[in-house]
Each structure stands twice: as structure tokens, then as C-alpha cells.
């Protein structure tokens, strides 16, 4: 498909031609009829699929030149980098279109963000808590929104924005499109979608199982939970290699027990982000990784989707992900922009499965290197790692005459009594002749001669 096959109009053709876009992605191709439908639309595709466009080509398609004050089109996205990002990917679309686009987030000025939505705005780009700060404080009217885009729901929901979320949507014309994007299909994007959508149509961009080529992918077979952290730490004593390291941990107890960890071993070098965490921690824990004040930032899978941090000099998966999907997600955080990325994955024998999955899924072999022989290797098992312990000959187990028959579960006489509620209640005050409590108002009023 060309861009030609979308029916835009000369702006945006030209715009695409100073971007040197020469075809629509999958995704732009895909979506473009059903966003510029009017209808809800839930799109499953990463960053880096061109999902951005895929949503901005028929919104801008579409968008009527206006004066009013009130913004048409709301989009949402979980950080304010991505603000930015998003932002900025507007302005080069609608470098031809007389559009007026805002970008607002926290931690800056309200004041300043005030005056310019003040001014009159076409597009808002914003974070949730911001968004719903300028909303109350009556300066940004929404009730003019058309069309609602949730970026990254995935991630917003991670980060613990549902809340925020539904109060937007309190605030928001019933009548409007609602789009949103996600990377993965999660239960509580899942649950979003039941709840506030209406018949959505959907479109999917499977992630490619062809790995970025300038990214080098090793692993290593590791007995448990403490040898990994163990190899974790050999690795990182070289911190000139390691200098920008991406640690990736299935669940959020392994997350923070490994962040203690290493704590302990290379004080004040790392930060751990998962949803337990509160939302500032995490933005900060972000840019501190970010700014390479911190040389290693431990994540659970979606909190760090959405990150486009740049030169991660190393992603180590701490433990492998069981679907091969999550592995490429997780890899392709290095290896940005044409730089030379490293991937590292840790593997117990349970995991040799998860491994061979991965491996099919790309093809290729992920080569395996030799355990360092001055790494120690733990016999100390995590609870997660220890055998479930099931007796087979059982002392207190009850056999033959004393294994209570069918009808043990029958409830007994004495228990079969009904609820009697409020009655039951009088009826024994009655007998006591007195108020079981102070404030049984009723039966004071009752007896109350
Ligand atoms: P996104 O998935 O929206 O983060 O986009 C990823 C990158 O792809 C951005 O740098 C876009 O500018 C770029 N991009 C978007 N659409 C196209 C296209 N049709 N052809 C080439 N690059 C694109």
C-alpha cells in the first residue's frame, strides 16, 4: 500500500515527502480507515511501528480549520518524555496544516502551561495528572474533545494512572471517539476497553520475531536466584562496559529482592521501577538511569516498554521471559538508533524451555557462554526455587474408619440455624430487658414507656 491508496490531502503529502517517508507501516495502513471512521478503535502495536502516524495521519486528515478556543483532540500518554516525543512528531506532520498543538505534563510550571492553553488550542498532548489539574482549575475546557488517544495504555496502567484516567473521562463529552494503543493486550487494558469502549475495532501488528541485527544476543545457564545475582555482579565490577545497564525481572518481589542486592553490593548505583512503586519514584528512578546518574535500572516488563532511553549499553534478562515476544521487547531496548546494543540472558534448567520458545521464534541461535569459574555458584534456594515438599506416608493422614463419610460436610444441626437478623436481635434484648447497645435507638424507642 502507498500513501496515495490513503486518500490524504497536498499538506500532509508534503510533509511525508520532507520526512522522506516513502509508504505507509502496517500499522498506518491498517488503521487509517478505521480511526478516520469515527469509530472506537484499539490498536495493539509497539513503539517504533509508527503507531504515532497511524493515528495522527487521519486524525490531521480530517481535523476542520478552526478558531475556537477549546481543544478538539485530547491524547494521552503515560510519561512526559513521551509528551515531548509525541509532540514533536505532530509538529513535523502538520508542518503544513494550520493545527495548534500543546504539549502539558508535571513537574514544570502550571502557570505557563495556563497561559498557553489560554491562547486556543487545536490538539492537546498531555499526562493524566496534569491534564486533570488544568481541566479543574477551569482554564482547559474539554468539553469540545471529539476524539480521546490513549498512548501506551499498558504502561499508564502500570504506572497506576486508572484512576486518574476514569476521572478524565468523568470530565469528557459523552459523545467522542475514543482510540488507544497499547504494545501488549494486558487483563487490565482488557478491562479498560469493556468498561469505556463501544464496539471497538481492533488492529494487531504482531512484533516481528526478527531480531535488530546491530544487537548482540549471548546467554548463559545459571543454577538459581543467587548464582544470576552472583554472575550479575562479576559482570558489573566492569563498569566501564556495563555503564548503562537495563535489568529485567519477571515479578516485582524478585525486582526489589535483587535491587537490595545489588544495593548492597554497588551502593547508590541502581534503581528499581515496578508498579508497587510510587509514580514519582519511578519517574525519577527513570531519569536518573536516564541522565546516567545510575548505571543500572531494574524493571518488570512494562514499566520499561514505553522508555526510549538512548545508549543502553547492556539489557540483562535476569530471568527469560516465557514469551518469546516479551524477550524481543525487552531486547530492543538497546541497540537504538543504529548503535551497537548487547543482550544478556540468564537461564535456570527450568527456563531451558523458555529458551528453545525464543530461539524458534527468531530463528536463530542465541549463543551460549561459559559460566565464569570464578563466579560462585549458590546452593541457597529463594522460596520461589524451593521444591514443594509432599509427604507420602502421611501419620496424621486418617485411613479406613476414620475418613469421615459423605455427609461430613453436611453442616450440623446446631449450625443449620437461619440468620435471624434484626429480629433475633430484638428478641434477645427483650429477654435480657435491656438494650444489647447503647445505641439500639429502636428498641429504646419501642420499650420507652
Ligand atoms: P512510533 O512507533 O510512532 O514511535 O514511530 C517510530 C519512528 O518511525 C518515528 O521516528 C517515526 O517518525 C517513524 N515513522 C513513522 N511512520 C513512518 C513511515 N511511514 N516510514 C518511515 N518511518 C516512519
Avoid: W
Avoid at 352 to 364: L, N
Wanted: aromatic fraction near 8%; proline fraction near 4%; hydrophobic fraction near 35%.
Amino acid at each position: 500500500m502507498s500513501f496515495e491508496d490513503l486518500n490524504l490531502n497536498t499538506p500532509l503529502y508534503n510533509a511525508l515527502n520532507d520526512l522522506g517517508f516513502v509508504k505507509p507501516t502496517p500499522i498506518q495502513s491498517k488503521a487509517f480507515n478505521l480511526v478516520a471512521s469515527g469509530k472506537d478503535v484499539v490498536g495493539i502495536a509497539q513503539t517504533g511501528t509508527g503507531k504515532t502516524f497511524a493515528y495522527m495521519l487521519p486524525i490531521l486528515r480530517h481535523l476542520k480549520y478552526s478558531t475556537q478556543d477549546n481543544p478538539r483532540v485530547l491524547i494521552l500518554v503515560p510519561t512526559r518524555e513521551l509528551v515531548v516525543q509525541v509532540v514533536d512528531e505532530i509538529e513535523k506532520l502538520a508542518a503544513y496544516i494550520n493545527v495548534r498543538v500543546l504539549g502539558v505534563y508535571g513537574g514544570t510550571n502550571i502557570n505557563t502551561q495556563k497561559q498557553a492553553v489560554a491562547q486556543g488550542q487545536d490538539i492537546i498532548v498531555a499526562t493524566p495528572g496534569r491534564l486533570f489539574d488544568l481541566a479543574v482549575s477551569h482554564v482547559l475546557h474539554l468539553k469540545s474533545i471529539q476524539k480521546l488517544v490513549i498512548d501506551e495504555v499498558d504502561v499508564m496502567l502500570d504506572l497506576g494512572f486508572r484512576h486518574q484516567l476514569l476521572n478524565i473521562f468523568d470530565i469528557l463529552p459523552e459523545r467522542r471517539q475514543n482510540i488507544m494503543f497499547s504494545a501488549t493486550m494486558t487483563e487490565d487494558v482488557d478491562a479498560l476497553i469493556t468498561d469505556f469502549f463501544t464496539k471497538p475495532q481492533r488492529v494487531t501488528i504482531a512484533v516481528s520475531g526478527t531480531p535488530l541485527h546491530n544487537i548482540e544476543q549471548e546467554r548463559y545457564d545459571v543454577a538459581n536466584f543467587h548464582t544470576k545475582t552472583n554472575l550479575l555482579e562479576y559482570l558489573l565490577n566492569d563498569s566501564e562496559t556495563y555503564n548503562k545497564v537495563l535489568v529485567f525481572v519477571a515479578f516485582k518481589r524478585l525486582a526489589d529482592l535483587l535491587f537490595e542486592e545489588i544495593e548492597e553490593r554497588f551502593p547508590g548505583q541502581s534503581c528499581v521501577i515496578h508498579s508497587n512503586k510510587t509514580q514519582n519514584y519511578r519517574l525519577r528512578s527513570i531519569e536518573q538511569f536516564r541522565a546516567g546518574d545510575n548505571r543500572m535500572l531494574i524493571a518488570t516488563d512494562v514499566m520499561a516498554r514505553g522508555l526510549d532511553i538512548e545508549n543502553i549499553s547492556h539489557v540483562i534478562n535476569f530471568d527469560t521471559p516465557k514469551f518469546p515476544e516479551n524477550y524481543m521487547h525487552r531486547i530492543g531496548r538497546t541497540g537504538r538508533a543504529e548503535q551497537q546494543g548487547r543482550a544478556l540472558t540468564f537461564s535456570t534448567k527450568k527456563e531451558q524451555e523458555a529458551i528453545e520458545t525464543i530461539q524458534e521464534y527468531m530463528e536463530m541461535k542465541i549463543p551460549l557462554i561459559d559460566f565464569p569459574e570464578n563466579v560462585e555458584i549458590s546452593k541457597q534456594l529463594i522460596e520461589e526455587e524451593r521444591p514443594q515438599i509432599r509427604e507420602h506416608n502421611n501419620p496424621t493422614k486418617q485411613t479406613g474408619d476414620d475418613v469421615p463419610g459423605p455427609a461430613f460436610h453436611e453442616k450440623k444441626d446446631k449450625n443449620k440455624k437461619e440468620n435471624l437478623g434484626g429480629s433475633y436481635k430484638f428478641k434477645i434484648a427483650a429477654k435480657y430487658k435491656k438494650p444489647k447497645t447503647r445505641g439500639d435507638k429502636n428498641y429504646n424507642k419501642r420499650n420507652k414507656k
